[in-house]
């Protein structure tokens, strides 16, 4: 025997003749069904090779099984004369399960793969949420694999970044400390109370730019950018003069920027310790008359 079919169903329709056995093994013409529709060619095909075929029923049921239909090379046929024992269970145990595999420790969850360009800000989205890839792959393209519960990404079929899956919209993205370059990783270290604390260390001048950096948007994370870079002024050129500078900036202006205060320490070498506001030199004065001073020999001589 080089075959095995298996017979199954419990054929409704044709009730009460399915109910010795199923419907592929309705005899017709002295002949079960199956045998018209399907074991012609098997058992053209056996024939060849010197084998028959099995057909095996059972009810779907109760998985018990009724009967065997057996066919030699030459298409005769014979019903087993004594009815099966044990259940379909049990044929399991003895016959099947020693060829059977381990399940997998974890179920099978589907997931719906699309592909993305890694975007400047190194984010990909799942369509409601957005999700970090490392900042090296801007510009890529990449695997991007949803399940219910999770959100992959590969690269070369290699999997370089793994979220868990946000369940509701949410404005802002989920990313990950290791995807960021070094620069966003120190923004994020960034606080209000360390610039402020810094700037009184430094002076009353630098206090109040940092103040004025922190209040001028609509929230204190917009001034970080800057009180980071005059931070970074005060490093290269030292306090004293970083304190003078900004002095020397809100004396004229309520508006300072780290353009101008850097502009400022790059074109003076040294500046006052005490910045005042210059007051104009009025050379004249008698306004627009030029008076008699002015016709003396010479003129005016200051």
């Not at 399960?97 to 190194?122: C, G, H, R, T």
């Not at 030292?238 to 790059?266: H, Y």
């Not at 004249?284 to 020999?297: D, E, L, S």
Request: net charge positive.
């Amino acid at each position: 025997m080089k075959g095995l079919i298996l017979a199954a169903g419990k054929g409704t329709r044709l009730y009460p003749m399915t109910k010795p056995m199923s419907k592929p093994l309705l005899p017709v013409y002295d002949k079960p069904m199956i045998y018209h529709n399907t074991l012609r060619e098997v058992l053209r095909k056996s024939a060849q090779q010197q084998s028959g075929a099995t057909v095996f029923g059972y009810w779907v049921e109760n998985s018990r099984p009724f009967g065997v239909v057996e066919f030699d090379e030459d298409g005769r046929d014979f019903f087993q004369t004594e009815p099966m024992t044990g259940t379909r269970r049990s044929a399991y145990l003895e016959e099947e399960q020693a060829y059977m595999l381990p399940l997998p420790i974890a179920p099978f969850e589907a997931a719906v793969w699309s592909a993305a360009k890694v975007p400047n800000d190194y984010l990909v989205s799942d369509s409601r949420n957005k999700y970090s890839v490392p900042y090296n792959l801007i510009g890529e393209k990449v695997d991007i694999r949803v399940t219910k519960t999770i959100v992959e990404v590969y690269f070369h079929g290699n999997r370089v970044a793994s979220h868990r899956r946000l369940q509701t919209k949410q404005r802002e993205p989920l990313m990950k400390l290791e995807h960021m370059p070094r620069e966003h990783q120190r923004y994020l270290a960034y606080n209000a109370e360390d610039f402020k604390t810094w700037a009184m260390s430094v002076g009353p001048m630098t206090e109040k730019t940092v103040q004025h950096f922190l209040d001028s948007g609509k929230a204190p994370q917009q001034g970080y950018k800057a009180c980071a870079s005059l931070k970074k002024l005060g490093d290269h050129y030292g306090r004293k003069r970083l304190e003078n500078a900004c002095g020397r900036v809100l004396a004229f202006t309520t508006t300072p920027s780290v353009r101008n205060i850097s502009s400022l320490l790059k074109n003076e070498r040294t500046l006052p310790d005490n910045p005042q506001p210059e007051q104009p030199k009025n050379i004249n004065h008698y306004g627009i008359t030029r008076g008699a001073a002015y016709f003396k020999k010479g003129g005016e001589q200051e």
